[in-house]
């Protein structure tokens, strides 16, 4: 069956790095849109930053556009989140979903988050 | 920057009752851009409709989606325990893809 794994986050200090990454299986991840949505605690979704199924095409919200970095291997089925400059407000459990092999979305698959605290 | 917002914020309702959730669009978005989930507590959310009004595979017909323009609607028929949760609109035709603060439906 289709399954999402994240894996990465942690406790990190302000303007400090880190890498998320996403390995998928169950489907053909060469084929598929991927993306990053964010929930910090107690709040909405936040969508965060898709990929096309290349690479070529990239989107960031204007909240992390500058310090963070989606990427993939299509090889290792897996999805990437560099992120660096991290603030407080980057707080919160980090997704990565599966779109559409044409657009970013909807999202039909998801995994169940690893979770990214920015503190001193 | 397309936003979207959703009412009400919270909606308080029994077992068997019908539930009606709106999303509205700061601009046009087209119809085939509009999805929906549902969050279940500690759970990540689920896709339930998409373009609008298509349900998401084993998605109950008791969900359906409908709307165009700048509002869209997700209507639950007779709501079940398993539907008390928190309900997001998204739209994702041109980025950013945002989505909507939420509606939680809460037993009444």
């Known amino acids: 069956q289709v399954q999402l794994v994240e894996s990465g986050g942690g406790l990190v200090k302000p303007g400090g790095s880190l890498r998320l990454s996403c390995v998928v299986s169950?489907?053909?991840?060469?084929?598929?849109?991927m993306s990053w949505i964010r929930q910090a605690p107690g709040k909405g979704l936040e969508w965060v930053s898709s990929?096309?199924?290349?690479?070529?095409?990239?989107w960031y919200a204007d909240s992390v556009k500058g310090r963070f970095t989606i990427s993939r291997d299509n090889a290792e089925d897996s999805l990437y989140l560099q992120m660096n400059s991290l603030r407080a407000e980057d707080t919160a459990l980090y997704y990565c979903?599966?779109?559409?092999?044409?657009?970013?979305?909807?999202?039909?698959?998801w995994g169940q988050g690893t979770l990214l605290t920015v503190s001193s | 920057e397309i936003v979207l917002t959703q009412s009400p914020g919270t909606l308080s309702l029994s077992p068997g009752e019908r539930a009606t959730l709106s999303c509205r669009t700061s601009q046009y978005i087209s119809s085939n851009y509009i999805a929906w989930y549902r969050q279940r507590f500690g759970q990540a959310p689920r896709l339930l409709i998409y373009?609008?009004?298509s349900r998401a595979t084993g998605i109950p017909d008791r969900f359906s989606g409908s709307g165009s323009g700048t509002d869209f609607t997700l209507t639950i028929s007779r709501l079940e325990p398993e539907d008390f949760a928190v309900y997001y609109c998204q739209m994702f035709g041109t980025s950013p893809y945002p989505f909507g603060q939420g509606t939680k439906l809460e037993i009444k």
């Open positions: 990929i096309s199924i290349s690479g070529t095409y990239i």
């Open positions: 169950g489907f053909n991840f060469s084929d598929y849109y």
């Open positions: 373009a609008a009004s």
């Open positions: 979903a599966r779109g559409n092999s044409y657009a970013p979305g909807p999202y039909s698959y």
